[in-house]
């Protein structure tokens, strides 16, 4: 099956500072990949996704960037806010059965 | 707030015994998928249920079934209980046909300890 690997597990920066997480996978034959954030007690919650036939996504302050050939995939968030603190997860799979990655719990400093 | 919910919240359990989870489907989604999040790490796929079919199904032993019903909405059955199953367990619902990869949202989920 697929193997999700996520990477910094946490992550601390300052208010206005940029947070870049990393994921990589093993099969090439997922074609979706999602990310969520969950905040502590909650479900998790789609923040952005992106297919394979897409290079860079962009929604606001949130980026995600694929490179289908390096099989790995990058989460950006710029102007980081008090309110972005959370964990993080990301995931990979096609058919709707995704692995998700292990997370990265980010805390924001005011 | 997506419109998938799940029942009940919290339950308590001794191993050994069984426990059925409930998950409702949000409305005009046809597949519900099913995770297990062990504190601190990420949701594990468990299996995925379309048109009252299993429809894939991740690394977990048989003791861990499931059900789909008309309406959509589906159950996680645990039976012989072990520690280890002690998790948060995630339902997620989706709009999909066989072959196609769409957005899947979480519900609430169920906190489960096995005593």
């Known amino acids: 099956g697929e193997n999700v690997e996520q990477h910094p597990s946490t992550l601390s920066v300052q208010e206005g500072d940029s947070a870049v997480i990393k994921c990589t996978y093993s099969?090439?034959?997922?074609?979706?990949f999602p990310w969520y954030k969950q905040e502590l007690g909650k479900r998790p919650q789609l923040i952005i996704d992106i297919r394979s036939n897409v290079g860079e996504k962009k929604d606001q302050r949130i980026a995600v960037t694929l490179n289908k050939t390096a099989k790995h995939f990058s989460l950006h968030i710029t102007e980081t806010q008090p309110e972005d603190s959370a964990v993080y997860f990301c995931a990979a799979g096609e058919r709707n059965k995704f692995y998700f990655g292990s997370g990265t719990k980010l805390n924001v400093k005011p | 707030e997506t419109g998938v919910t799940q029942s009940p919240t919290h339950l308590i359990k001794t191993r050994g015994q069984q426990v059925t989870l409930r998950c409702s489907s949000q409305s005009g989604h046809n597949t519900v998928s099913w995770y297990q999040q062990a504190l601190g790490q990420g949701p594990q796929f468990i299996f995925q249920?379309?048109?009252?079919?299993?429809?894939g199904r991740g690394n977990f032993p048989p003791r861990f079934s499931g059900l789909q019903f008309p309406n959509y909405s589906s159950e996680l059955n645990v039976n012989a209980l072990e520690l280890d199953d002690s998790a948060l367990y995630l339902c997620?619902?989706?709009?999909?046909?066989?072959?196609?990869?769409?957005?899947?949202?979480f519900g609430p989920g169920t906190r489960l300890t096995v005593l």
């Open positions: 099969d090439s034959a997922s074609n979706y």
């Open positions: 249920y379309y048109r009252e079919e299993e429809n």
């Open positions: 997620a619902s989706s709009n999909s046909g066989r072959g196609i990869t769409d957005t899947q949202y």
